[in-house]
């Protein structure tokens, strides 16, 4: 049985429903997980992100012994994707997570402040943002847009 939720999403109990794209996707976030460097917390993140022209950004977290200067693995795919396109536009990003020490249960949930990362980006390109998170567990919630997930957020809105 699919486990229950408390904000709007589909949840899948593996990605054999789900398109090749995303599937491929998944994959390369999974992938991240070697990738990151997470010597403190041992809690390794991975990203993918794909843009309606074709082109992929990936990203892992990266931390640093100054502790507040950890940058989580789904900001450090997207900043890579802000640095080097100009007009973008995110069909789909993909988090996942593993934790060798105890595996996860659960999918991994964006931190809050990726959150309101995700949704400066959706105000860029004028559309909401397709998030499909994932853990060990292979289930698979699929969020469209990020404000099931940060309601009433601040944003751009409040500056002008
Ligand atoms: N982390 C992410 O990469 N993304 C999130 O949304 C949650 C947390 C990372 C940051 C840190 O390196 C580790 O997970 C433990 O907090």
Same mark, same amino acid.
């Given at each position: 049985?699919?486990?229950?939720?408390?904000?709007?999403? #589909?949840?899948? $109990?593996?990605?054999?429903?789900?398109?090749? #794209?995303?599937?491929?996707?998944?994959?390369?976030?999974?992938? %991240? &997980?070697?990738?990151? =460097?997470?010597?403190?917390?041992?809690?390794?993140?991975?990203?993918? &992100?794909?843009?309606?022209?074709?082109?992929? =950004?990936?990203?892992?977290? %990266? #931390?640093?012994?100054? =502790?507040? &200067?950890?940058?989580?693995?789904?900001? *450090?795919? &997207?900043?890579?994707?802000?640095?080097?396109?100009?007009?973008?536009?995110?069909?789909?990003?993909?988090?996942?997570?593993?934790?060798?020490?105890?595996?996860?249960?659960? *999918?991994?949930?964006?931190?809050?402040?990726?959150?309101? *990362?995700?949704? #400066?980006?959706? %105000?860029? %390109?004028?559309?909401?943002?397709?998030?499909?998170?994932?853990? $060990?567990?292979? $289930?698979?919630?699929?969020?469209?847009?990020?404000?099931?997930?940060?309601?009433?957020?601040?944003?751009?809105?409040?500056?002008?």
């Amino acid at each position: 049985m699919a486990r229950k939720y408390d904000f709007d999403c #589909e949840v899948f $109990e593996n990605s054999s429903t789900l398109s090749k #794209e995303v599937q491929n996707l998944i994959q390369l976030a999974k992938e %991240q &997980l070697d990738m990151a =460097y997470a010597p403190y917390s041992k809690f390794l993140v991975g990203a993918s &992100l794909l843009l309606t022209n074709g082109n992929i =950004y990936k990203g892992c977290n %990266q #931390e640093n012994a100054s =502790y507040p &200067l950890c940058l989580c693995a789904e900001r *450090v795919a &997207l900043f890579s994707m802000g640095a080097v396109e100009k007009d973008f536009e995110i069909k789909a990003l993909v988090i996942t997570a593993s934790n060798p020490a105890k595996p996860l249960q659960v *999918v991994c949930m964006p931190c809050g402040a990726c959150r309101q *990362v995700i949704q #400066e980006f959706e %105000q860029r %390109q004028g559309k909401p943002i397709t998030v499909y998170l994932t853990s $060990e567990n292979n $289930e698979i919630v699929k969020i469209e847009g990020i404000s099931s997930i940060l309601p009433s957020s601040f944003s751009i809105q409040h500056l002008i």
